[in-house]
């Protein structure tokens, strides 16, 4: 096979792995040095998206698609008819250096199917990021996959390499797992975010010690600054939006994680049930795309706008509502909590309000040292006046009073359409 069929062959298996965006890591990635290299076809090179929303590419690929484990909702699980292969280390060294001159990625997504032993597997994905920041002198970001089953020592070992790593958490809870991918265990991948967090610690400290060493001496080495990772795939199972939500925030709090991925089932053979017609899988039309984005909605209130798991689905309803946003949802069953006075609350308070995020809430407040806010004010700061309206008073004003709950649900609806277009950042 040449190397153009391998790009081919193992950037299309790498595409359903979600877990990847370099946020995170600042361009100097300690004493891993920097270059400004470029020549070949940008096959494999995905766009992911940083935490303040910067688009950036990445050479996404498999290291191998061969696989020893078989899970019912891969590509390429070890019953799947499909041709495999391998890059060899020199090879994707290469063309990482090459894609990387030419402009064509800011990184590299590494992963790999299962073809020997976990830490076999690991041991070639960390060589070519040793190769590529030792001997090619590579300081673009590199994203590594962390193959379940790996032991502490190959982490520790690829944390220093990598700007960040991932374990797949894949499905929410074991009974899944052991359903859909019985060669994984919860307790294998779990095991891995903890071998994460306590070397990142331990890393974290003896840095702190040898921060003021003489000249001459070298600091201890930086661990994966970009830290952890995970990929949730969403629909292949019977969980729901509750389960995924009280997971993530678990996960969040436990492994100081950077990002939980959700990623909308795809049928691994394209049509429902896939063309293996495995009946493990759901029966679905297509990928839960609106779930997704929802998810995403939900996991953006857990982080940044310090909801509770059990405020953003309350009284066991067991699934997001589709045609609104989580914080909709929530400000529609809470009006008792509204008005707010745009010109009194305070940061906390700003972040419950509907078409009010972080950065205006911010701006709010400093703006209010010296001035009180009008609502053009508000607009101008970047509050999305049409959503905010029920939900605010400026100097004791209303733009409209919120009456009945279902009618303001309506007219949302209508807003965010088939909830898509709904930005990320700021709802
Ligand atoms: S371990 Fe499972 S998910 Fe990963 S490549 Fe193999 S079959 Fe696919």
């Known amino acids: 096979m040449d190397l153009e069929e391998k790009i081919s062959l193992l950037a299309a298996a790498a595409k359903y792995d979600a877990s990847c965006a370099s946020s995170g890591s600042g361009a100097d990635s300690g004493s891993r ?6 020549a070949s076809v940008p096959a494999g090179v ?28 891969c590509v390429n699980r070890a019953s799947a008819d499909l041709k495999r292969g391998s890059f060899t280390v020199q090879e994707l060294v290469e063309l990482t250096c090459e894609f990387y ?22 041991e070639k994905l960390i060589e070519t990021a040793k190769t590529l920041r030792r001997e090619s002198g590579y300081g673009g970001y590199i994203h590594l996959k962390i193959i379940p089953g790996a032991g502490e020592k190959s982490i520790r070992e690829a944390g220093v390499w990598a700007d960040r790593l991932s374990v797949n958490i894949e499905l929410p809870t074991d009974k899944s797992l052991q359903t859909l991918a019985p060669q994984k265990s919860g307790q294998v991948i779990l095991g891995a975010m903890g071998d994460f967090s306590g070397l990142s610690a331990a890393f974290e400290e003896d840095r702190r ?32 939006d509750r389960q995924i939500i009280n997971l993530s ?33 759901p029966d679905i039309p ?42 909709t949802a929530w400000a529609l069953r809470h009006l008792d909590f509204f008005p707010v006075e745009i010109n009194r609350a305070d940061y906390e308070t700003l972040l419950r309000v509907p078409g009010i995020g972080a950065k205006t809430a911010r701006r709010v407040l400093e703006t209010r040292r010296s001035r009180s806010l009008s609502f053009d004010g508000l607009r101008r700061m970047g509050a999305v006046l049409k959503r905010a309206r029920y939900f605010i008073t400026c100097g004791g004003s ?18 965010d359409g088939a909830g898509m277009q709904l930005p990320l950042f700021e709802f």
């Open 101 to 122: 001159r030419r402009n064509y990625i800011e990184g590299l997504f590494l992963s790999s199917g299962i073809f020997a032993d976990p830490d076999i597997v690991m």
């Open 33 to 38: 040095g920097k270059c400004g290299f470029g």
């Open 249 to 281: 925030s678990a996960l969040y709090r436990k492994f100081s994680l950077r990002r939980v991925y959700y990623s909308a089932f795809i049928h691994p053979g394209g049509s429902a049930r896939g063309s293996a017609g495995d009946l493990r899988l």
């Open 46 to 73: 995905c766009h992911s998206w940083t935490e303040d929303g910067r688009c950036v590419s990445l050479l996404k690929v498999l290291f191998s698609n061969s696989c020893r484990f078989d899970c019912a909702y």
């Open 286 to 327: 297509g990928p839960p795309l609106v779930r997704e984005h929802r998810l995403y909605q939900a996991d953006w209130l857990l982080r940044f706008y310090h909801f509770a798991a059990d405020e953003i689905l309350e009284n066991n309803e067991p699934f997001l509502d589709s045609h609104i946003d989580p914080k």
């Open 209 to 240: 010690k040898t921060r003021f060493l003489p000249q001459g001496k070298s600091a201890a080495p930086v661990f994966a600054p970009a830290g952890q990772s995970t990929q949730l795939i969403v629909g292949a199972s019977a969980e729901d």
């Open 398 to 415: 209303f733009i409209e009073r919120p009456d009945d709950p279902r009618r303001i649900r309506r007219i949302l609806s209508d807003i």
